[in-house]
Structures are given as structure tokens and as C-alpha cells.
T-cell receptor, first 113, second 111 residues
């Protein structure tokens, strides 16, 4: 089984809808991240969490919120989706014992109409 | 602000040749730098890490260099194969226990 899983893998939603993207990991890492990837802009950090009680904003957190339900679970919510949130979303974990090497999930492709 | 630059144009090479990809950074001094491979529609996969006190790191056909004076890392794939075709991302650390990813360079290896 994959170490980092994301659900759903693909999602189409309408402007104004609330949606949640979920991430689970079996690597036992405390640190988890949410990124979005857009063509030409690369990976940009939305939120990150260094443990269950520690959640931090990344460079593009506006319009997003997160929940760290357990060490293994980190969810990303779009409270009111807008078309420019159409992107590929990745969850990742990192290993602090090896300079934060990141392990990515397969991604969620989100389309906001 | 911190800036990372990778060649946005695809690099096309023939099978068997050495591919060299460049990562330049400005306005900070990372303690280490990582390289990742990303295939279309998939998450990046870690390849190599090099620390600021290391000039060169090798792993099989891969080699990474790190020049802190030039603020540049070079990523080499020797004896390239069509299966090496992918996008390669560099990711220096920010000093806040996070990485910043470049936009990546797409490598195309033709038979």
C-alpha cells in the first residue's frame, strides 16, 4: 500500500461549494504539508503541520483551512471554492531526521466551475 | 524575497548523452538542497540531497553539485535513457524547516 494516500483523486465542484481533500499517511511522520501545483508556478505551500497541535500557514493560505485529526491524517478544506483554486493538490510528509525529505501523495486534481 | 530559478524550457537530449539541469537561487543561503523527479500527474519523488559543505553527491547515474558561491546546483544524469524523461525539481531549504520548490525543468530523452 502507498505510504501517503489522498482522496478523492479527482473532483469537480461548483463555485461557492465547500469541499474537503483528505490525506492519510502510514510513514509515522509528525510533519505533514499541503501544496498546490499550477502550470508555470510550481509547488506552493498552503499549510503545514509539525505535529497534531501545531498548524501553520504557508505562502498561499487564503481561502483554505486545514484540520489535523491525528498524526496520520491531515485534511484541507476549501470553504467556498472559486475557479482560481482549480489546481493539482498534493499532500506530503517529511522526515526531520533527514533534512525534511518529503514524501508526496498521488495528488488530487480539482476543477472548480 | 527568496527566489529559485530552473530553466522553464524543456531539455531535449539523445539517449546515452549526459543531461545537465541547473538550479539557481537568490537572496538566501540554504543549508542543503534536494532534487526530486516528477512524472506527469504524479507526486514528486525524492532523488538526492546535498549539504552546503558537500561539493558533489552521486547516486548511480545521478550526480549533484552545490556551489554556494555561485548560488547554484547542477543535476547530471549520465548515460540518459528514455525512462529518465520527467520533470526535475530542485528544492533548497528555507532555514525554517521547510523546502521551497523550483518550477522544474522538463527533460525529454529520445531513443
Amino acid at each position: 500500500d502507498a505510504d501517503v494516500t489522498q482522496t478523492p483523486r479527482n473532483r469537480i465542484t461548483k463555485t461557492g461549494k465547500r469541499i474537503m481533500l483528505e490525506c492519510s499517511q502510514t510513514k509515522g511522520h509528525d510533519r505533514m504539508y499541503w501544496y498546490r501545483q499550477d502550470p508555470g508556478l510550481g509547488l506552493r505551500l498552503i499549510y503545514y503541520s509539525f505535529d497534531v497541535k501545531d498548524i501553520n500557514k504557508g505562502e498561499i493560505s487564503d481561502g483554505y483551512s486545514v484540520s489535523r485529526q491525528a498524526q496520520a491524517k491531515f485534511s484541507l478544506s476549501l470553504e467556498s471554492a472559486i475557479p482560481n483554486q482549480t489546481a493539482l493538490y498534493f499532500c506530503a510528509t517529511s522526515d526531520p531526521s533527514y533534512q525534511e525529505t518529503q514524501y508526496f501523495g498521488p495528488g488530487t486534481r480539482l476543477l472548480v466551475l | 524575497s527568496q527566489k529559485i530559478e530552473q530553466n522553464s524550457e524543456a531539455l531535449n537530449i539523445q539517449e546515452g548523452k549526459t543531461a545537465t539541469l541547473t538550479c539557481n537561487y537568490t537572496n538566501y543561503s540554504p543549508a542543503y538542497l534536494q532534487w526530486y523527479r516528477q512524472d506527469p500527474g504524479r507526486g514528486p519523488v525524492f532523488l538526492l540531497l546535498i549539504r552546503e559543505n558537500e561539493k558533489e553527491k552521486r547516486k548511480e547515474r545521478l550526480k549533484v553539485t552545490f556551489d554556494t558561491t555561485l548560488k547554484q546546483s547542477l543535476f547530471h544524469i549520465t548515460a540518459s535513457q528514455p525512462a529518465d524523461s520527467a520533470t526535475y525539481l530542485c528544492a533548497p531549504n528555507t532555514g525554517f524547516q521547510k523546502l521551497v520548490f523550483g518550477t522544474g525543468t522538463r527533460l525529454l530523452v529520445s531513443p
